[in-house]
């Protein structure tokens, strides 16, 4: 049901029935997609309230692409949450940006250096820039 969906929550109950929907539940909450303690959910909720609040987050993310690109694009999972993060954050490091995606700081993976290669093909080279190891969203 939450299937792909990185989400934390300090509450144990919480993060067992997240757990249990298909999230992935992690430990903190700089590193994730979606705060879910801040959807501030009133117990007992059923799994489609769950659902519901958290679909309204997403789409919260979806107007922020939307805002940042002047329209409605279809972009691959890692590269919207790309330009999410770098937005919400104002600037991440290269170690940074890959461990808030779910990937070790230190992972031998180039999915983050291609996604951003992709994006900046996409949306010009100045569209993501790079100042003294952190990565920024720049110009369309």
């Known amino acids: 049901m939450l299937d792909g969906i990185r989400i934390y929550s300090s509450n144990a109950v919480w993060r067992h029935i997240l757990s249990e929907l298909g999230a992935t539940v992690s430990d903190t909450p700089d590193a994730t997609y979606l705060d879910f303690d801040s959807l501030n959910i009133i117990e007992p909720a059923t799994p489609i309230i769950i659902k519901t609040a958290i679909q309204n987050a997403v789409d919260g993310n979806i107007q922020i692409l939307r805002n940042i690109l002047g329209c409605n694009v279809q ?5 919207a949450q790309i330009i999410i993060m770098l937005y919400k954050s104002g600037g991440m490091s290269a170690a940074d ?3 808030t995606l779910g990937y070790s700081p230190n992972a031998n993976t180039h999915a983050v250096d291609t996604a951003i290669y992709q994006l900046r093909k996409t949306f010009g080279r100045q569209f993501i820039i790079n100042e003294n190891g952190v990565y920024k ?3 369309l």
Do not use: D, N, S, V
């Open 97 to 99: 940006l890959r461990t």
């Open 75 to 79: 972009l691959p999972y890692i590269q």
């Open 137 to 139: 969203i720049g110009k």
